[in-house]
């Protein structure tokens, strides 16, 4: 019998692999939909903000909010967040690096829906030694076996929005990326039909920073097309995105929202020197 091709080919396979059990739990046991009010999301900022800033002592405010810290086995030097057994309410997951980083947050709030993105998410928080990652624990839209579904995405009312407010006020010239995924034969456009990857930072004005990162990857993944919305292509802009509107609102002008073509994703997963091209860009953007 052949063995089972692993997931994720590179230097954080093996990592990834060993600790699935506790990055990805199956969707089918989401129970609901826990939603935050204003007071519990201010107390999950602060208490995030302080432990991305390196202060563990706010857990406990976190735990009462429902998130339950655990070690991921063959990742040292990471604390991971996310709900304990038995109480499976949609709250996200968060992994934080102990120690010094670089100020980059790499998310993917779509994880199952699009595809890989999870799974290049948290190989690329252990390949670039990024401060912070997270992705949803509930599926993006209703299935035969889950129910209970949230797009992060829109949601301003929940603790992954809370994450990415801490991680502005803990690293306010830092990065916050968010990986999603599109299928280009469903694009409108010949543009975005070709493309590899189209950046926005959710506005109609690209800035400086997001077009140095356009450039960086341009290069790293020629010939593959990498687009800015709205010149290139005025599809995927990430307009209505909630993250990066709260996040703007809070004077933060750090937020990246990449769109990446279902075959570039695959192609991430078999390569981790691809991954590496584009871990290497975001690095250099957040520094």
């Given at each position: 019998?052949?063995?089972?091709?692993?997931?994720?080919?590179?230097?954080?396979?093996?990592?990834?692999?060993?600790?699935?059990a506790?990055?990805?739990?199956?969707?089918?046991?989401?129970?609901?939909?826990?939603?935050?009010?204003?007071a519990?999301?201010?107390?999950?900022?602060s208490?995030?903000?302080?432990?991305?800033?390196?202060?563990?002592?706010?857990?406990?405010?976190?735990?009462?909010?429902?998130?339950?810290?655990?070690?991921?086995?063959?990742?040292?030097?990471?604390?991971?967040?996310?709900?304990?057994?038995?109480d499976?309410?949609?709250?996200?997951?968060?992994?934080?690096?102990e120690?010094?980083?670089?100020?980059?947050?790499?998310?993917?709030?779509?994880?199952?829906?699009?595809?890989?993105?999870?799974?290049?998410?948290?190989?690329?928080?252990?390949?670039?030694?990024?401060?912070?990652?997270?992705?949803?624990?509930?599926?993006?839209?209703?299935?035969?076996?889950?129910?209970?579904?949230?797009?992060?995405?829109?949601?301003?009312?929940?603790?992954?929005?809370?994450?990415?407010?801490?991680?502005?006020?803990?690293a306010?010239?830092?990065?916050?990326?968010?990986?999603?995924?599109?299928?280009?034969?469903?694009?409108?456009?010949?543009?975005?039909q070709?493309?590899?990857?189209?950046?926005?930072?959710?506005?109609?004005?690209?800035?400086?920073?997001?077009?140095?990162?356009?450039?960086?990857?341009?290069?790293?993944?020629?010939?593959?097309?990498?687009?800015?919305?709205?010149?290139?292509?005025?599809?995927?802009g990430?307009?209505?995105?909630?993250q990066?509107?709260?996040?703007?609102?809070?004077?933060?002008?750090?937020?990246?929202?990449?769109?990446?073509?279902?075959?570039?994703?695959?192609?991430?997963?078999?390569?981790?020197?691809?991954?590496?091209?584009?871990?290497?860009?975001?690095?250099?953007?957040?520094?």
């Amino acid at each position: 019998m052949s063995r089972a091709k692993p997931i994720l080919a590179g230097g954080a396979a093996a990592a990834i692999l060993a600790g699935a059990a506790y990055l990805f739990p199956p969707f089918g046991g989401v129970e609901g939909t826990a939603f935050a009010d204003n007071a519990e999301l201010a107390r999950a900022q602060s208490a995030f903000a302080e432990l991305l800033s390196g202060n563990k002592d706010r857990l406990a405010d976190l735990a009462e909010l429902g998130l339950m810290e655990s070690d991921v086995p063959g990742a040292e030097g990471a604390l991971l967040l996310s709900e304990g057994a038995g109480d499976c309410q949609a709250r996200g997951i968060y992994w934080v690096r102990e120690g010094a980083a670089p100020p980059l947050a790499i998310t993917a709030p779509h994880r199952g829906s699009d595809r890989h993105t999870g799974s290049i998410a948290s190989a690329l928080f252990l390949e670039t030694g990024a401060q912070a990652a997270a992705w949803n624990s509930a599926p993006r839209r209703k299935t035969s076996g889950c129910e209970h579904a949230l797009d992060l995405a829109r949601t301003k009312d929940h603790l992954f929005s809370a994450f990415a407010l801490g991680f502005a006020q803990a690293a306010p010239n830092g990065l916050n990326v968010q990986l999603h995924g599109f299928d280009g034969e469903r694009r409108d456009s010949v543009a975005a039909q070709s493309a590899g990857m189209i950046l926005s930072n959710g506005t109609e004005e690209p800035s400086e920073r997001l077009l140095d990162l356009a450039d960086c990857l341009s290069m790293a993944f020629a010939p593959v097309p990498v687009l800015v919305y709205p010149g290139d292509t005025g599809e995927l802009g990430a307009l209505s995105n909630a993250q990066g509107q709260l996040l703007r609102e809070a004077g933060f002008d750090g937020f990246v929202h990449i769109e990446i073509s279902a075959d570039l994703r695959a192609a991430m997963i078999e390569d981790g020197a691809l991954r590496a091209k584009l871990g290497a860009c975001l690095v250099e953007a957040a520094s």
